[in-house]
């Protein structure tokens, strides 16, 4: 009865000093969310699920 | 008081809180919005609609209660447009969640596995037969029961008791292992031939009655308050609380800043560069583990007030994992080129009194 997140126009955020991925901004069930890129978050994890899945791409950060 | 008051040896409860559900009188709306679709509504409690092609609905915190039991709100579910017929994958219910490090009392797994008492307030557009199901996540194990909705449009009170699971397992950590499900409407890939009590559990028969009622058939509203679930095999009154408590416990899973002034302050942080400004935001309580973000979409509606001058952001506000946790969530603003490194800046909405940030972390 889980049916899959809509998760649309997904693209990673970097950290400022770094340089480096710390976010992957997107829409996820009609929310315009930013979800860091930390273990056991739950939007995380489902765009790991779907990205592993081959149903969702994660774009480049600008 | 009466001795019918007292709760038997072994039935009692953990740290005061005798109801094991969030918001169970939906007092707490931090979203304050119309859901259409699949998601959270009032705090804690979920819709999921799927696969439909004609349903409309539309779910909102609501002023309609069962009068003279203390209850100010509801969740109301508004079936605008109905569906004509319902397809096998077609789907849809509520639901809420429990954290696993919270139910360790339940004894799930052992022979001292505990009884539990369901227990809400109900008001449902059609008569009849209706279903609630218990499940567990790991492994997947579910109780499917039932309650009939004598007369269509009419507060009614609900009462169900279920065993406990001596077979049953709940992880001791923030993962969801329980959820309580109110199928409201789902097509044969949700229903079968149940088994009774606890059991593994199989989405083609455990789900929901194949015989209950099709909420989704027919325009109307359905309404939900009151909810509780607490150990024994008795439902005891409503655990009434105030709002600044069950607002704290919600704000473990979501916290929403804004959305009530024009240039309401979310942040206050540094320009480390001439495009971004760092802020971090401490977090009312601990949150279940570290956030999203949460913002409207529209990067005009923030802006970072920094020298006297407010800078309209490039782009909706992001969370940096580096340097966030369950505590802390470090926000970026950026606008392009209008920094000066090393200065304060604020971030702000940006003359609109509907702009928000929040904090998600549900289970």
């Not at chain 2, 609501?62 to 569906?83: C, R, V, Y």
């Not at chain 2, 994992?321 to 090393?342: E, P, W």
Request: hydrophobic letters at 35%.
């Amino acid at each position: 009865m889980f049916t899959p997140a809509t998760i649309t126009n997904a693209k990673y955020g970097l950290d400022p000093i770094t340089g480096e991925n710390t976010c992957i901004n997107c829409v996820f069930d009609g929310s315009h969310v930013s979800v860091p890129l930390a273990a056991g978050n739950t939007e995380y994890a489902e765009i790991l699920r779907q990205v592993a899945a081959g149903t969702l791409t994660i774009k480049d950060a600008d | 008081m009466a001795l019918t008051k007292l709760r038997p040896a072994g039935q009692g409860f953990v740290n005061g809180s005798r109801n094991l559900v969030i918001n169970g009188a939906m007092t707490v709306d931090q979203r304050n919005q119309t859901t259409t679709a699949t998601g959270y509504t009032v705090d804690r409690f979920n819709i999921a609609k799927s696969n439909f092609d004609e349903l409309v609905i539309a779910i909102t915190q609501d002023t309609d209660n069962p009068s003279g039991n203390g209850f100010a709100h509801s969740l109301k579910l508004a079936i605008t447009t109905a569906e004509s017929a319902i397809a096998a994958d077609e789907l849809l219910y509520f639901d809420t969640r429990f954290e696993g490090q919270n139910i360790q009392h339940l004894c799930y797994g052992t022979s001292s596995a505990k009884s539990l008492t369901l227990s809400f307030w109900v008001k449902s557009p059609l008569a009849g037969k209706h279903s609630v199901t218990f499940y567990q996540s790991t492994p997947a194990r579910s109780n499917l029961q039932s309650y009939t909705i004598s007369s269509a449009n009419t507060w009614e009170y609900k009462t169900i008791t279920i065993d406990g699971d001596t077979s049953g397992n709940i992880a001791n950590d923030n993962s969801p292992e329980i959820y309580l499900f109110w199928p409201l409407a789902g097509g044969s890939d949700f229903h079968g031939t149940p088994h009774t009590g606890w059991g593994a559990y199989t989405a083609t028969d455990d789900f929901m009655f194949s015989d209950q009622v099709n909420l989704a058939g027919q325009t109307g509203n359905f309404f939900l308050t009151g909810v509780q679930l607490e150990i024994g095999e008795n439902a005891s009154d409503f655990e009434h609380e105030n709002y600044g408590t069950t607002l704290a416990k919600c704000q473990r899973y979501y916290f929403r800043m804004g959305g009530s002034s024009a240039y309401a302050r979310y942040t206050l942080g540094q320009c480390d560069s001439a495009n971004n400004c760092n802020g971090v935001v401490e977090l009312p309580v601990q949150m279940r583990d570290t956030p999203t973000i949460e913002t409207t979409g529209t990067a005009s509606n923030y802006a970072v007030y920094e020298a006297g001058i407010v800078h309209t952001c490039s782009s909706v506000p992001l969370v940096n994992a580096l340097g966030s946790d369950k505590n802390v969530a470090n926000l970026i603003s950026v606008s392009t080129g209008n920094f000066a490194a090393g200065n304060a800046g604020e971030l702000i909405s940006n003359n609109s009194a509907s702009a928000y940030i929040a904090f998600k972390s549900e289970l």
